[in-house]
């Protein structure tokens, strides 16, 4: 065993993962275990530190880092953990020194057709049942230059895709001379990298879209027709004990903008269930956001307390109730995931082979090609049948 990454959380972890992984090698380390851990939930700390306890117990000769937000909030609990050498702070992670090298090394996503690539760190806001900004600190963009150089390097070594991650997306350049916003971002992407086929966004705040970004989506066939939205609930009393910026009618105006500029877009949005002091009638406009949007992809979050957030201190919803609300809205998604992926029987689709014989949409529907694909091509194909799990299309 040389180096290997366990990683938690977010599409950021996941590109961090991948820079911490070449650091470590170009500084020569070995049996390391990178851990990097995720805080948003505390489901996601207990599986980090059940993996520690695992990697400790199976490979006893093993280095044990830890990292990532889990680690910055409580650096010391997760030094107390079986097998854990060192933990590294948020700011030391992607540092050369850290890891022994004297150079930075880049993101290695190679036998990955998708890459992901950081625009944005940080948040500036303190919506309440959050604790990411008290790990990630404040927001921080990375100059357009930096960036552009970063996906030609990617399309260079045969990325087919490019998703352009942050903590908070919609908030990028900011900070930055100029004040320039993501859609400016984005276009300059397009613009100048024009051998990059596919440009996909993660998460974005339906309260801070630009202009720009919205032009971007109605124009740019090259922006992928798939947004998802930061929503969180679907009720005005709740978003405003979450302090989000937005209203519920905000969220379905972007969502009717969205596919009004791209018919055939698809959505997908982040919700929480069961979220302090939501009783049947609050929790029913969520599920009825759902409904009225026909939201087909959904990430739900049953509500999980983070010590030393306002939400925290909130009178709780009993857990067994988040969990069976998390479970209708899945359930709500997946009659329209259903319906949605029906729609495309018949048709021509561009598929993105990221494993053998399978892959996503341009919409980001998973779908399983009937003659077999090898990784990494891009390819027309046409669609023979469809369920809630995706689609199985032919080659053309």
Not at 68 to 92: E, F, K, M, T, Y
Not at 97 to 122: I, K, L
Not at 361 to 385: I, M, N
Request: proline share 6%.
């Amino acid at each position: 065993m040389s180096v290997s990454v366990l990683t938690f959380g977010c599409r950021l972890n996941a590109y961090e993962s991948a820079v911490m992984r070449a650091q470590a090698e170009a500084g020569g380390l070995s049996e390391t275990v990178i851990v990097n851990t995720c805080a948003v939930t505390l489901e996601a700390e207990r599986q980090a530190r059940q993996a520690i306890r695992r990697i400790a117990r199976e490979q006893p000769q093993a280095r044990i880092v830890v990292t990532g937000c889990g680690a910055q909030l409580d650096p010391g609990a997760w030094g107390r953990l079986p097998g854990v050498a060192r933990v590294i702070d948020n700011g030391g992670k992607l540092k050369p020194e850290s890891w022994g090298g004297g150079s930075r090394a880049t993101a290695d996503f190679a036998g990955r057709a998708r890459a992901f690539v950081p625009v944005q760190q940080g948040c500036d806001h303190r919506c309440t049942f959050c604790i990411i900004p008290y790990g990630r600190g404040p927001s921080v963009s990375r100059p357009a230059g930096e960036v552009v150089a970063e996906i030609r390097a990617m399309v260079a070594a045969g990325r087919k895709e490019v998703v352009l991650t942050g903590v908070d997306l919609t908030a990028y350049g900011a900070d930055l001379p100029g004040r320039p916003t993501l859609g400016s971002l984005a276009r300059r992407v397009l613009a100048l990298v024009s051998e990059l086929p596919r440009l996909r966004l993660s998460s974005l705040d339906p309260a801070e879209m630009d202009e720009d970004l919205w032009r971007l989506i109605g124009e740019e066939e090259r922006l992928m027709p798939h947004l998802h939205f930061s929503l969180q609930a679907g009720s005005d009393m709740i978003l405003k004990r979450m302090k989000r910026r937005h209203t519920r009618a905000q969220s379905l105006d972007a969502i009717r903008r969205a596919r009004a500029l791209r018919p055939g877009l698809a959505i997908g949005a982040d919700l929480i269930a069961g979220f302090p002091t939501e009783t049947d009638a609050l929790f029913a406009g969520t599920l009825a956001l759902v409904e009225e949007a026909e939201i087909p992809f959904l990430h739900v979050f049953p509500f999980s307390a983070r010590p030393g957030t306002p939400a925290a201190r909130m009178p709780a919803v009993p857990p067994p109730l988040r969990r069976e609300r998390a479970a209708r809205l899945r359930a709500a998604a997946r009659t329209h995931a259903r319906r949605y992926f029906s729609s495309f029987l018949g048709r021509a689709v561009s598929i993105l082979v990221e494993a053998e014989g399978r892959g996503h949409t341009a919409e980001y529907v998973p779908a399983t090609l009937a003659g077999g694909a090898a990784p990494g091509a891009l390819l027309k194909a046409r669609v023979d049948a469809a369920d809630e799990a995706g689609l199985v299309a032919t080659e053309a």
